[in-house]
């Protein structure tokens, strides 16, 4: 995707050059994807790098940032346009992302809990609750 600027984090601007390298498969036994958000106060294109619990037709994302007590900014983009661009594999597609409503969130979380223990981990270490997103293609 061209002017398309990649997450500046260098683990995770690695796990991007490592995902593009595979044909999306950079890390065996993992659902990782690339989530393309438009910058709310940018405009520019932004990609990142994502682990996802598959849910139907679409995805699962937690928008945890390793525990931090601020939302990432992936998160922030696309709570601002919910239209993003998605890359599983080899395919990419348009799709819209959203919170999880508060009467789904209790059981997206624990789909997403029992896929990557790690989770919880990164909720006990931050006060905010941390957004359930749920990815589905157009």
Not at 117 to 128: E, F
């Amino acid at each position: 995707m061209t002017g398309v600027l990649d997450n500046p984090e260098p683990f995770v601007a690695e796990h991007i050059r490592r995902f593009l390298e595979t044909g999306g498969r950079p890390r065996p036994g993992m659902n990782d994807l690339l989530l393309t958000t438009r910058g709310r106060k940018t405009g520019q294109m932004r990609r990142t790098a994502l682990v996802y619990v598959p849910h139907g037709d679409g995805y699962l994302l937690a928008a945890s940032n390793r525990g931090a007590d601020r939302h990432p900014a992936w998160y922030l983009n696309l709570a601002a346009d919910p239209e993003v661009t998605v890359q599983v594999g080899e395919r990419s597609f348009p799709a819209r992302a959203r919170t999880a409503a508060p009467g789904e969130r209790p059981a997206l979380w624990r789909l997403i809990t029992e896929a990557m223990p790690v989770y919880d981990d990164y909720r006990a270490m931050t006060g905010r609750e941390i957004p359930v997103v749920v990815i589905e293609p157009r």
